[in-house]
Structure formats: structure tokens, C-alpha cells
């Protein structure tokens, strides 16, 4: 029996018969790229350690004229052996495989930071033409705020139908997703309605209707990236937006294994970038080495960090919004950031620029620090750091405008005092380098 014939008759019926059309083409291409190693259709007589082993190593042949990458060989070397296995246990071959399974180098995750996301939708806004009778820089425009919302696969959000839009609301059904383990619901920001309302029209079933080959998308897109200025190969398409959203809303302090739906954490940290998510570094606390450098480590130390210089305010000032959550001068920068950054009075973006901002001055003070502790003194002390420890010119001044914008709504809500003199430390400076 050939292994194609065996595939059809008894492992998809009896072990995929839910699994998606790509999963079932796949497998069937595994067959198929087994066959070309042995140069005939393969057979299950051909499931043995030394053919198997043989097939993976061309594939991995410098000389191939498409050699493939270790992690596909890997991919093709699990279907084989899943199909192997499922054929021994049902006694249709005599032996069990023991192909092992070659090393795999560990990658970092790279996402998107915000202002190269900023690029590619400013790119989005310059396609001309109409994508099934939808103006094209409106339909890529809403396809990436849709992601970015939800972190769903390209595949799910390109079957999505309008039935699945309910007011702010976006339901993915479970048959669309991979592993098809269950529906997931998402909320929409405005920037995100207002783009899909410019796409309502022309009446239609699909939201993101692509009426040419799916192929075509990934090379239309990797224009979209270079147009940018950004990288375009296989490790940069869609599901590197699905990275970026795991990172963003990891290091705001959400659940990324729940918003990814993933069922194991380990598997959620391989979408983590660390540049994103790691909120110190070696470089923030190391001594340095270079010859007339001070060797007095960089650790934070809570002494002599600044304390407060102004009366705390008076504890009848708390404000209960609402939604039923007190507003406190108590409350910590991360908690009254992460109130104010998804009340609705900023973009979801800023919003997640001040949290993070409100978390890295925390992690440099080294513990919990209240709304009503921020002064002068201390932002200075923290951009100072900031500029120590290598950051750029432009992200300080971004950490600034996020902590500024913090200091200043909690001014207004009443549980921070003023915040009229943020900008000082940025003159200062420029006025130390003029000098």
C-alpha cells in the first residue's frame, strides 16, 4: 500500500478528520517530498530508520536546489514519524520509528516596536488600487489594526465574515482558528471601527475578502514592509505582528498565553521579544570596565533614591469612576496607568506607552511607588538614568511625554500635584551640551 493511499484511508478519516484543509495539505506534501527522495511513490514498506533518516539529510543537502531550513526538516521528520506510529499501533507495519530528532537552535523572538508598526500603517495608506472592490489602503490599513486588537492568525482573520462584528465586539469562530479548540472574543478599539466602517461597502459576506491566490498576499505584503523601510522576509509577515502584540500587552502586565490562547506558557515565550519584555538588562546594573570608570555598581539603592518633597494629599480626594474603581493619591503609578491608559481618553497604543513608562520608573526605584511620590526631583533622577544606561536621545524624550502625560491626568483627577515644570530636564541637557 502506498503511503498516500494510507494517509487517505485510515490517518485522515481516523486521526485529522477536523484538522484544516492547510494541515491536511502538509502531510500530503510530506508524502510527496518523501516519494522525490526515493525517486518512486513511497510505500509503507519504505517506513524504515535508514530510509527515513536518508530522505531527512537531502532535504537538508546544501546541494538541494531548495534546501530546506532545519526547523522544516524538523516539521517533515514529526509528520513521517506521526504517521509511522499510527500505522505500527495499528499493526500495518512491524516496527516502531527511531529516527532521532535533530538539534534546533533557539531563537529570539523579534516583534515590532512601535514606531516601525507606525511605519508599516503609514505604508498601508499609501496602496493604490481597490482589493475586491475595496479601496486597498483601507482594507491593509483595517486587516493590521484587526490584528493588532485581537493577535489572531492571518488565516482566521481573513475567513472572518461580518456576522462576526457586533458593535465593538469581534468573535473569532472556533473553525476558523488553528486547533479549531474553541471561539475567542475580542474587544475593538475606535481606531480599529471607524477602519473596518470604511470597509463596509461593497455589501459582501467576507470582512477581508483576497480573491487571488493566498500566496500572492505574502508577496504583496513583503512590498508593503520594504516600502517601509522594514525587513521583509519570512520571519517578518504577519505573524510577526502576532509576536508584537504578545510582547506589547505582556510587558502592560497582561495574561499573553490567555490573549494568544495558547495552552502552555513555554509556548507563549517563544513569541516574547526581550527588548519588549525584559524590563532590565545587564548593562542597567553592571559596573563599568572601561579604564577610569567608577567599578560601583549601577544596582539600585532605595536610599538614595529621592524622597518626596511635598505634602501628601489629604486622602478625601479619592475619586470613584464609574466603572466602580477608586482613584487614590495611594494608588501606584502602574495602577492608576493602567486606568487611565484603557479608559478610552487615549489610543491603546499610548495608553501602553504610559504603562510601560510608569513600570520601568518603578523597577528603578526598586519598589511600589504611589502617584502622590511624583515630583520633580524624581522624573529627573529616572531620565537621567535613562540617559546613563545608553537609551537614545528620541526614547527618553518618549518616556518623558508617556510619564508627563501620566503625571498631568493624575493632576487632573486629583491625586498627583503639578506637573507644570516636566519639561525642565530636557532643557537642562540641551543647555549642558550647547555649553
Known sequence: MTLD?????????????????????LYRRSIELFGESLGRP???????DDQVCRHLAKLSDPGRKRKLSVYTVDKERAQLIAIWNYAAKKGHVKLFPDV??????????VA???DELQRIIASCQCEAGDIAGVRAADWWVALHLVIWNSGERIGAVLRLTWDSVDGEWLKVNADTRKGKRGDKVFKLGPDTLAALDRIRRPKRDLVFPWPVSLNLIYEHYGRILRRAGLPADSKSKFHRIRRSVASHFKA???????????ADARTTKKYL?????????ACDVLFGIMPGQSTESRQKRPETRPVQTHEPIEPEGRTVLPDGVVLSPEMSLIEYATVFGTSGKVSLHWGAQVIRAAQLVEGWMGRRVAMCELSQTLVDGWLAFLERTGTTESMVTWRRSAIKS??????????????????????????????
Open 42 to 48: 513511497a510505500t509503507l514498506d519504505d517506513l524504515t
Open 273 to 281: 521579544d526581550p527588548r519588549i519584555v525584559q524590563t532590565e538588562h
Open 112 to 114: 515590532w516596536m512601535p
Open 406 to 435: 501620566l503625571w498631568q491626568h493624575g493632576q487632573a483627577d486629583g491625586i498627583a500635584t503639578g506637573a507644570s515644570v516636566h519639561g525642565r530636564y530636557i532643557r537642562q541637557r540641551n543647555n549642558a551640551v550647547s555649553t
Open 252 to 262: 502592560t502586565g497582561g495574561d499573553a498565553t490567555d490573549l494568544l490562547d495558547h
Open 5 to 25: 493511499q494510507f494517509f487517505t484511508d485510515f490517518y485522515h478519516p481516523l486521526r485529522l478528520r477536523n484538522r484544516s484543509h492547510n494541515t491536511l495539505r
Open 100 to 109: 532521532p530528532r535533530d538539534t534546533l537552535p533557539k531563537l529570539t523572538p
